[in-house]
DNA sequence: TCTGGGGTCCTAGGACCC
DNA sequence: TCTGGGGTCCTAGGACCC
């Protein structure tokens, strides 16, 4: 047992948007929430589609996040749409501004579009008596601004902000759940199945049991050298979080910066290797826009492949001076796809990740002695120029016109959903 | 009835260097 | 005959998150 004393000790608020995305497609159609049955799902017109959200009435009948489409009954009562991102995320940027109302930028963290974490320890005093009182003005604040219902998670420390959230707040009629170091023995350990737990999925479960750890406390009290040996770190963080212990702080974590970029997308169809050529195109001219906007060089290019089977395959090389030319991405992932790739299979999946981002202003001069490469440079900023002012879709390289190319069909979504 | 898209972080083995 | 050790980087593949 661990003495909770020496352990930091904050205000943390764990706050999640209920059913965020279905929640604003019913605002937006004039229905309640809490009494529609609405599904967001990823393509309606394809069956095996997933469901993004679900409203709460839909999730009693057995439909969750991650349900596939031809699983939802069909019913008149029940409204299946597809999703409005650039609403989402309008909405996610207002409940934002009111977060900010009460905290410091650096005391707040968005962990996702519908999940974020604040730090009140230094500003609860100025807006309520107590911790709890406080959350109860954050929701009904959202509320009565977006008309979005949320659930607040309050904790000793970040992980156990979520943790009240995820097993208590989103259950509780009240929306609002707070477990501090002394509730852990109580209220964390008889927790199970593991993989409801944040961190742990199902594989990791099953690898848990096996080892007769069944509960939160189980894995509390297992031995944490034999954690340690068998998983790594991760048995470490294992440990640790299984006792309610996270010594992180949102201020701490300083600027972030994303250690990655990448673009992925399931294909509409299934590919031959000779079509993909227009697609790897599409997907360089993103990312390369997204480093250029942000003046990084990525050193390292990673694609993968997955065939129609669902064998997937990967690769990647790293460029020492690190690159941000368009060009440069589609002719290092086209170069493995031709040789790699097994050119009697189908493909179905196409994903490039660009890593070792560097900032722009630490490449080497000699890359410009390449004059192939200056050219390029060129053609890409006369094309971001044009893009910025004209939309992304105003200019494309010849062969995006061709059959294969998506990026036309593909101009009115937003993260491969519809805006 | 084939599939969301965007991420972060870890591991094991190998190459290479001193 | 039978192998140095430590550090860093790269690669391919997983696990997990929303």
């Known amino acids: ?23 604003v497609s019913c605002i937006l159609k004039g229905l309640d929430p809490l009494t529609t049955k609405l599904a967001v799902v990823a393509d309606t017109k394809r069956k095996g589609s997933v469901v993004l959200a679900a409203t709460p009435p839909l999730k009693q009948l057995g439909i969750k996040t991650g349900s596939r489409l031809f699983e939802i009954p069909s019913r008149s009562d029940i409204y299946i749409i597809n999703p409005s991102m650039k609403t989402y995320l309008t909405y996610a940027q207002r409940i934002t501004e009111i977060a900010l109302r009460y905290v410091a930028p650096e005391d707040f963290h968005q962990y996702s579009v519908d999940e974020f974490f604040i730090d009140m320890t230094d500003s609860l005093h100025l807006f309520s008596k107590t911790i709890e009182e406080f959350a109860q003005l954050l929701k009904t604040t959202i509320y009565e601004d977006t008309g979005i219902h949320c659930a607040i998670g309050i904790g000793d420390n970040v992980l156990l902000s979520k943790l009240a959230l995820d097993f208590e707040a989103k259950h ?30 199902k594989r990791t479960e099953r690898k848990l049991n096996k080892r007769g750890i069944f509960t939160i406390g189980d894995l509390a009290q297992y031995p944490y050298e034999y954690l340690k040996r068998d998983f790594g770190i991760i048995g470490v963080d294992l440990h640790l979080h299984a006792n309610g212990i996270d010594e992180s702080i949102i201020r701490e974590k300083g600027e972030i910066f994303k250690p990655s970029i990448s673009k992925s997308q ?6 031959k290797v000779e079509e993909l050529k227009a697609i790897i195109i599409e997907h360089a001219e993103v ?30 090389q790293t460029i ?43 490449q080497q001069m000699t890359l410009f002695d390449d004059s192939t490469d200056l050219k390029q440079g060129i053609i890409d900023q006369t094309m971001d120029r044009i893009k910025e002012k004209y939309g992304q879709t105003a200019v494309m390289r010849g062969t995006a016109y061709g059959q294969s190319g998506t990026a036309l069909e593909r101009k009115n979504l937003i993260a491969g959903h519809k805006k």
């Open 1 to 23: 047992m661990y003495n909770y004393h020496l352990c930091t000790k904050r205000l943390v608020l764990c706050i999640d948007q209920k059913s965020f995305f279905a929640s």
């Open 172 to 201: 509780h009629p009240t929306g609002v759940a707070r477990i501090q170091y002394h509730d852990v023995p109580s209220r964390l350990w008889p927790l199970k199945p593991l993989s409801d737990f944040w961190g742990i999925n």
């Open 266 to 271: 399931i294909l509409m169809r299934d590919y």
């Open 287 to 316: 990312l390369g826009y997204r480093l250029r906007r942000k003046s990084l060089l990525a050193r390292t290019i990673k694609c993968s492949i997955g065939y129609s089977d669902g064998e997937k395959i990967a690769k990647q």
């Open 320 to 362: 020492n001076d690190g690159t941000d030319l368009t060009e440069k991405i589609v002719s290092v992932v086209w170069k493995y796809i031709y040789q790699h790739v097994d050119h009697h299979r189908m493909i179905r999946t196409v994903s490039i990740s660009l890593t070792g981002l560097i900032p722009k202003s630490e």
